[in-house]
């Protein structure tokens, strides 16, 4: 499930970029990252209650409920970005959280059990999305220009959704 939702994901993240390069508009983009927004928190629904894996779901709420916050500010043409900003400094601390427990693989229970696997690449993948939603944040605030921040969404279409999908897609692993 979350890794088609990585993929569904590119199919905002790419659009926004473009938008922030100057082609595009607004309430197109907005369209797409409202849908994004909702096939995520239901894909979060979804990998909490049949999956059981409220961890993963935790990650995709939250970006979920970001992308229908962006949407929301591109579809009524919000000319103050900064309460969109919020929620992405939220998303990104929730991803700093995130890069740690994957980092370290969380805490050892009782019985030397692990609830969260240590996976290097999927850190490496929250610490681009702590940079990207931290960007968003500054670009909200007008500290961050926006040809930036859609070349960092452009690189993290790449790296941070499609490597980590395409891959297990395919090897059934992770790059590293």
Not at 69 to 82: E, I, Q, Y
Not at 98 to 115: A, D, N, S
Not at 163 to 169: E, G, K
């Amino acid at each position: 499930m979350t890794l088609a939702l990585l993929v569904a994901i590119s199919v905002m993240w790419m659009p926004v970029a473009i938008l922030f390069l100057g082609k595009g508009e607004a309430k197109g983009t907005g369209a797409v990252t409202g849908f994004v927004g909702v096939v995520v928190v239901l894909g979060a629904v979804l990998q909490a209650a049949v999956f059981k894996d409220a961890f993963t779901a935790g990650l995709l709420f939250v970006h979920g409920l970001l992308y229908m916050t962006v949407s929301h500010a591109l579809l009524t043409g919000l000319t103050d970005l900064r309460s969109a900003g919020n929620v992405s400094l939220t998303v990104a601390l929730v991803s700093a959280i995130y890069m740690v427990l994957f980092y370290t693989g969380g805490p050892v229970l009782e019985g030397g059990k692990q609830l969260v696997a240590k996976s290097n690449y999927l850190a490496f993948a929250c610490a681009g999305y702590t940079v990207l939603t931290l960007e968003v944040w500054l670009n909200a605030y007008g500290k961050f220009p926006a040809k930036a921040l859609a070349v960092s969404l452009i690189v993290w279409v790449f790296a941070g959704l499609w490597v980590p999908a395409f891959w297990l897609m395919a090897a059934g692993t992770l790059p590293f």
